[in-house]
């Protein structure tokens, strides 16, 4: 009597640990076999400039998925970003060019916050549901940023005497500043959610709302702050984006919250909250742009990323709800 | 009980309420703003109105469904667009060069055949694996946009068949082509959504996935066919359309999820699941269409739809809420 149900529980166990294991280390192990096969595709792959031009690349959508972390560890949604680094992209274009840089770019970290702190008080302190809010949000948004730039692309006039190209193109040490930025965004905002009490409170609202709430914390305020912080890191991609190519259409961002949301879940955060943190985002946002660079590099077309990233987003979503019910299928009949 | 009624009563009769607002706002906005000499409640314009709502409502009527069902489908825009380039495709293929005319409706069965495959793959991921149905869509809203990109290169794909033109411009008893599928898709899923057992499994699964598991609902396969009949809504929303334009360009269909979402949810259908009204999807339809008409009409940009769609939709959300509070979900602060 007192045997089987230790059997059956040791066998649950064991099937829980197989689906723990393929969690934890299965997109890893997929990456490295990945990396293997694309460096004898093309040896370039692994090339020190191919590396730094991977991690160059990356840094925009890296730099959103730091604040879109932040969102997602409290339990809540950003669809809305890339339409609002359309935004701040062509405000900074905009108004460097009425104001001169070093007043565009406070003017437009304040307009892309505002946007955040609408969403954040839709959501936190509203209580709305965060996928409908942002997705509306990426509609508003884009019909907001058409409306200000007129339909326009916007470029900047005089392109050789601004300094502002210095974040999106310049080099220091030897490392490019959009690489350095990235790196020391996540640098603070990684010491931030792991070292502070603010972090702490972002991992139990997202963990468990009701019991953070009855432990004192204030969840709206959270929740704002969540959405406070993405839009910051939104107006630092588009700083990055608009420094880089110093002239831009409407829809730069268009499509990119995929991407990032990609990244996010490939570091493992949970989309259901509570777990996720800023250097496995990192490690995500590097798996995915190793991707998409591989891809390229074997000659595909760059929409082919489009359903790899499709297959990736699902597998690692999929991995992540297999570790938590120790069960790969779903029981529902 | 009474007060239960009343919320009942507002949430049926408000979209019809806000038609009637919008047509006397824009009749009277239209007289003073409008550039044209032309009233807008004028019968002409309100019969290309209905057969403008046909693409979005026939998606919207079916989303219906899917969230009563207490899902989401995020992909409708891709298989939208999937559809019409294998419907304008399939009628230059060699191999039905022989057919003339009959190409029409085999080239009509592939296009609805291919969403209802899409729909198919969506709703056996989320039986499957157990991932949400927003994820799961979500990411394969991208994948299915890589594969119209794939199946189509970066080109638009026009193909005109007259004989198609004249079908789907041609109008019996004044309402065109386009409104009398709209319409019979509308009374077709009421009467399904109301009046069979499907319809009645669908509010229950929504309303306690559990409760229904354990009255024997095999929920699984349900989820599947909502996601084919969406799938082929979609599909049948992109025959409708392209065989009049005959020209598919591959973003064609991006962000009509959020149209359909807004229509729905203006139509009075919960978030949450359980609750939901087909004829009110309907309204919602109209009144979206009405919206974009009546602000081309009186003059403002075509961007700004977007913006006010967006706004709209995050109103009624927070409408939604408001008048679906329950007791024990109000922890404050």
Redesign the interface.
């Known amino acids: 009597m007192t045997d089987t149900p230790q059997k059956t529980s040791s066998g649950g166990l064991n099937k829980a640990h197989v689906a723990q294991f393929m969690a934890r280390q299965g997109i890893l192990v997929a990456f490295i076999l990945f990396i293997i096969v694309f460096t004898m595709a093309n040896p370039r792959f692994l090339a020190v400039d191919n590396i730094l031009g991977v991690i160059r690349s990356s840094t925009i959508i890296g730099v959103m998925a730091l604040g879109v972390t932040f969102v997602v560890i409290s339990g809540n949604l950003d669809l809305s970003v890339g339409s609002m680094m359309s935004f701040s992209t062509i405000v900074v274009l905009d108004l460097h060019d009425k104001l001169g840089p070093l007043l565009a770019i406070p003017a437009m970290f304040g307009m892309t916050m505002c946007l955040g702190a609408f969403i954040g008080f ?1 959501v936190g302190y ?4 965060s ?3 942002t ?10 940023t ?2 200000y730039s007129g ?1 326009k692309n916007m470029d900047i006039a005089d392109k050789e005497g601004t300094w502002f190209d210095v974040f999106g193109q310049g080099v220091v040490f030897g490392l490019p500043v959009p690489i350095l930025i990235f790196g020391l965004l996540a640098l603070v905002l990684g010491l931030l959610l792991a070292r502070t009490p603010f972090g702490r409170q972002v991992y139990a609202v997202g963990g468990n709302g ?1 019991a953070a ?1 009855f432990s004192g914390i ?3 305020r959270v929740v704002f702050l969540c959405y406070l912080m993405s839009s910051f890191c939104v107006a630092f991609a588009g700083m990055l984006q608009a420094s880089r190519s110093m002239g831009s259409q409407n829809t730069v961002g268009q ?1 990119l919250e ?1 991407e990032v ?2 990244a996010v879940i490939l570091g493992g955060a949970s ?1 259901m909250g509570g777990s996720g943190a800023i250097y496995k985002t990192v490690i995500g946002v590097l798996i995915l742009g190793f991707i998409q660079n591989g891809l390229l590099l074997v000659g595909l ?1 760059f ?9 990736i ?2 597998l690692a ?2 991995l992540d ?2 570790a938590k ?1 120790g069960k790969l ?5 | 009980m009474s007060n239960e009624t009343t919320k009942d009563l507002i949430k049926s009769g408000a979209i019809w309420g806000f038609i009637v607002l919008e047509l006397i706002f824009f009749s009277v906005a239209g007289a003073y703003l409008s550039l044209s000499d032309n009233a807008f409640m004028d019968l002409d314009n309100m019969l290309l109105l209905l057969k403008q709502s046909a693409p979005i409502g026939i998606i919207a009527v079916g989303m219906t469904i899917i969230m009563i069902n207490g899902n ?1 489908d995020l992909s409708v825009g891709a298989t939208y667009a999937l559809a019409a380039i294998v419907l304008l495709d399939s009628m230059t293929w060699p191999i039905f060069a022989g057919l003339g005319n009959w190409v029409i409706p085999v080239a009509w069965i592939l296009a609805l055949l291919t969403g209802v495959v899409l729909g198919a793959i969506n709703g056996i ?1 989320v ?6 149905a ?3 869509t ?10 119209v ?2 199946m189509n290169g970066e080109q638009p794909t026009s193909h005109l068949n007259w004989t198609l033109v004249d079908f789907a411009e041609a109008q019996f008893l004044g309402l065109h082509t386009a409104t009398w599928f709209l319409l019979a898709v509308t009374i077709i899923l009421w009467f399904v959504m109301t009046r069979t057992v499907h319809g009645r499994n669908a509010h229950a699964i929504g309303d306690n996935r559990e409760a229904a ?1 354990n009255a024997g609902i ?3 396969p349900h989820i599947v066919i909502n996601f084919m009949i969406i799938g082929f809504l979609a599909a049948l929303s992109a025959v409708v359309f392209y065989s009049e334009s005959g020209s598919v360009n591959p973003n064609d269909g991006m ?1 009509y ?2 149209w359909a ?2 229509a729905v ?1 203006l139509g009075g259908t919960k ?1 949450a699941g359980g609750y939901g009204s087909i004829i009110g999807t309907f309204g919602g339809v109209i009144a979206i269409q009405l919206l974009r008409k009546g602000l081309g009409h009186i003059g403002a ?1 075509t ?9 709209i ?2 109103a009624v ?2 409408l939604d ?1 408001q008048l679906n509070l329950k007791g024990e979900e109000e ?1 404050r ?1």
């Open positions: 839709l509203l209580r709305l549901n996928l409908i809010v997705l509306g949000m990426l509609s508003a948004i884009h019909g907001l058409l409306t339909g009701t709430t204030r969840r709206a499509g995929l949301l990609a989309l077309e929409y082919v990323q489009f359903v790899v990233t499709w297959v987003i699902i979503v999929w709800v297999a019910r299928w779903s029981p529902i009949a | 989401i991921i039986w499957k694996t157990g991932v949400d927003f994820i799961v979500l990411a394969s809203m991208l994948g299915y946009r890589g594969l990109f794939m598991v095999r929920v699984g962000l999820e959020l979402i807004t949810v978030l940009d961007e700004t739809v977007n913006l006010v769609i967006g706004l939709l995050i959300l927070f809420r922890l602060v």
